[in-house]
């Protein structure tokens, strides 16, 4: 039986209390999580951002070399779901902590899964 190192981990996020404001910003969205990928070591491939209308949230991707990073945003609840899956090098818990002091949740829940 051959043994294989798990090749990812998948960072899933719930923050919640986070400004309204700031959760119905696609630009500032996509500035904070190409960081986020950038801080983790990652490499950006490219970004899609869609704002859902005045008032509304924001759904978008960071696509990397080592997976992805996405956000799906309800200002109406000061809310925000963060999916950051990474392989290799790269430490999404890093991309974790970038998003956490940008977006400055009130509390957050965390779920890591290895993947493979």
Do not use: Y
């Not at 949740?105 to 890591?112: A, G, N």
């Amino acid at each position: 039986m051959t043994v294989h190192a798990t090749p990812g981990r998948h960072v899933l996020a719930d923050f919640r209390g986070v400004a309204a404001d700031l959760l119905r910003d696609a630009k500032v969205l996509e500035t904070q999580l190409v960081a986020a990928a950038r801080a983790a070591g990652a490499n950006v491939l490219s970004a899609h951002f869609h704002h859902f209308g005045e008032g509304a949230g924001v759904t978008g991707v960071v696509m990397l070399s080592e997976s992805h990073i996405s956000i799906h945003s309800w200002p109406e609840h000061r809310f925000a779901a963060l999916d950051i899956f990474m392989c290799g090098a790269a430490q999404p818990e890093l991309a974790l902590a970038s998003l956490q002091e940008a977006l400055a949740p009130e509390t957050l829940r965390v779920t890591t899964v290895e993947r493979g």
